[in-house]
């Protein structure tokens, strides 16, 4: 162990960004792991009659995970269910082919010939352990997602691992420490998954760069995901480092619904990680596929996930909360190109709870809003979410004076190339008195409200905002 903090005070010494680094938590808590439980473990399995072999191979595969697992699910709100069954391979391929790589860069000082035979066989232990490990990952529940764990959890994990080795006729208040310690980090691990709804409805708009993703949670538990943000083309797949550890994070397994605006990459892409590894019961479309898109739509397609194709006219009910369809309408047949283009086609959605209301537009532009107008669609709504991201072709004059919303959320990437949002969209926002949020400066934005007040959190800066809502006329009072 006194080896072990050497290698870590000189390495931090050069390095001292590394201690927040995943790779570099995970190897030194596993050593650590190795090193402090496995004499204790073995012990104990020896004293059930396991084999000596036996017995250290699966103590050290124990010490070894006990350690790493509140790393990673505060990293990757991953629990694997397989790993000490698979590390009774994996750890001694590792342990030989750690040692032989140390020859290997050994011997080549005095022969290549040499170091090129060692690390000739390095390669072989290398694709055997890879293989190892690729088995075990395919078997069915082989790695859960779970919550990451608060600072009390994973303190009273440490405490109890600490206590380990001293459990073999140790004193009763040792016991009881340790047992107190599984209980509070069992408890406060499960709570998230037990405790009762707030009876609030939730709209967060998550911070996805240049792209929507967009998740509504009903005061009485069901989930909507319109949106998944950006993937692809050697982008970020926002889907599965951003959207899907945020669910995994309140915790959710499943999503009622998921539903996409239109099909271009930045709302899309995201949604094959969502749909891959999440159970949906229903996904809602506008029924159009583009170029590019192939990938998000066989993965709805192996979802199981029931298919809804939407048009203006439309109600539908999430828990208590209702969703009007307000577009696409039907008169464009889905064979034929938009004439007007996808964003024109996005599936726009009135969200209305108690008093309040949120209107959800995609990616719909001066045409789009055009349309709704004439159609005399009930825009009015507490609530916007600004179209296209803040183009100055999107958010008329004529449309945010019907809307009349008091807030207006802007889904925007930071310095983007398109120079979202314009200016000349947000002179317009500002003339109508809607109180901006923008996730490229504040981060994801949450709104929540039981009907008679309404918070706003800008996520960056932790600031909350508080208005009273009026009932009547679904409009916001004075801020507090």
């Known amino acids: 162990m006194n080896a072990l903090a050497l290698a870590v005070v000189a390495l931090l010494a050069w390095r001292p960004a590394d201690l927040g680094d995943p790779g570099f938590q995970l190897s030194f808590a596993a050593t650590a792991g190795i090193i402090y439980l496995t004499p204790a473990l073995t012990a104990w399995l020896q004293s059930r009659s396991w084999p000596t072999w036996l017995a250290t191979s699966a103590a050290v595969s124990l010490g070894a995970q006990a350690a790493v697992t509140p790393v990673m699910l505060a990293h990757f709100n991953q629990l694997s269910l397989i790993g000490v069954a698979a590390n009774l391979v994996v750890v001694p391929l590792a342990g030989v082919a750690t040692t032989l790589g140390m020859l290997a860069l050994l011997g080549a000082q005095a022969s290549a010939m040499a170091a090129e035979m060692l690390f000739g066989t390095l390669w072989l232990l290398l694709l055997g352990l890879r293989a190892a490990v690729w088995v075990a990952a395919s078997l069915p529940a082989a790695m859960v997602h779970l919550p990451a764990p608060d600072w009390i959890t994973m303190a009273a994990w440490a405490t109890l691992l600490a206590l380990v080795p001293h459990l073999g006729g140790a004193r009763r208040w040792t016991r009881w420490t340790a047992t107190l310690c599984l209980a509070l980090a069992t408890g406060?691990?499960?709570?998230?998954?037990?405790?009762?709804?707030?009876?609030?409805?939730?709209?967060?708009?998550?911070?996805?760069?240049?792209?929507?993703?967009?998740?509504?949670?009903?005061?009485?538990?069901?989930?909507?995901?319109?949106?998944?943000?950006?993937?692809?083309?050697?982008?970020?797949?926002?889907?599965?480092?951003?959207?899907?550890?945020?669910?995994?994070?309140?915790?959710?397994?499943?999503?009622?619904?998921?539903?996409?605006?239109?099909?271009?990459?930045?709302?899309?892409?995201?949604?094959?990680?969502?749909?891959?590894?999440?159970?949906?019961?229903?996904?809602?479309?506008?029924?159009?596929?583009?170029?590019?898109?192939?990938?998000?739509?066989?993965?709805?397609?192996r979802s199981g996930a029931c298919r809804r194709t939407l048009v203006a006219?439309?109600?539908?009910?999430?828990?208590?909360?209702?969703?009007?369809?307000?577009?696409?309408?039907?008169?464009?047949?889905?064979?034929?190109?938009?004439?007007?283009?996808?964003?024109?086609?996005?599936?726009?959605?009135?969200?209305?709870?108690?008093?309040?209301?949120?209107?959800?537009?995609?990616?719909?532009?001066?045409?789009?809003?055009?349309?709704?107008?004439?159609?005399?669609?009930?825009?009015?709504?507490?609530?916007?979410?600004?179209?296209?991201?803040?183009?100055?072709?999107?958010?008329?004059?004529?449309?945010?004076?019907?809307?009349?919303?008091?807030?207006?959320?802007?889904?925007?990437?930071?310095?983007?190339?398109?120079?979202?949002?314009?200016?000349?969209?947000?002179?317009?926002?500002?003339?109508?008195?809607?109180?901006?949020?923008?996730?490229?400066?504040?981060?994801?934005?949450?709104?929540?409200?039981?009907?008679?007040?309404?918070?706003?959190?800008?996520?960056?800066?932790?600031?909350?905002?508080?208005?009273?809502?009026?009932?009547?006329?679904?409009?916001?009072g004075a801020i507090h």
Not at 441 to 448: K, P, Q, S, V, W
């Open 188 to 301: 406060l691990s499960a709570w998230p998954w037990v405790r009762p709804g707030d009876g609030q409805l939730r709209v967060t708009f998550l911070d996805v760069g240049q792209g929507d993703a967009i998740l509504v949670e009903a005061p009485e538990g069901p989930r909507l995901l319109l949106d998944g943000g950006p993937a692809g083309n050697r982008r970020l797949d926002v889907g599965e480092r951003v959207v899907a550890p945020y669910l995994w994070n309140l915790p959710a397994q499943r999503l009622d619904v998921v539903a996409l605006s239109h099909p271009d990459s930045d709302h899309s892409g995201g949604l094959r990680a969502v749909l891959t590894r999440f159970q949906v019961r229903e996904f809602w479309e506008n029924g159009r596929w583009i170029a590019g898109t192939e990938d998000t739509l066989r993965a709805v397609e």
């Open 313 to 476: 006219g439309q109600r539908l009910w999430l828990g208590s909360v209702m969703l009007t369809v307000l577009g696409p309408d039907a008169t464009t047949p889905l064979d034929e190109p938009p004439p007007w283009g996808q964003n024109e086609e996005s599936l726009v959605l009135r969200l209305d709870w108690r008093g309040f209301s949120v209107l959800l537009t995609g990616d719909l532009g001066a045409p789009g809003e055009s349309r709704l107008l004439a159609a005399h669609a009930p825009l009015r709504s507490t609530v916007l979410k600004v179209g296209h991201h803040g183009s100055r072709y999107s958010s008329t004059d004529a449309f945010l004076e019907t809307a009349r919303a008091g807030i207006a959320v802007i889904s925007v990437g930071a310095r983007n190339a398109f120079g979202h949002p314009t200016p000349e969209a947000l002179g317009r926002l500002e003339a109508a008195g809607a109180r901006i949020y923008r996730t490229d400066r504040d981060g994801a934005i949450i709104l929540e409200t039981d009907g008679m007040t309404l918070t706003a959190t800008r996520w960056a800066s932790g600031t909350v905002d508080r208005f009273d809502l009026d009932p009547e006329t679904a409009t916001l």
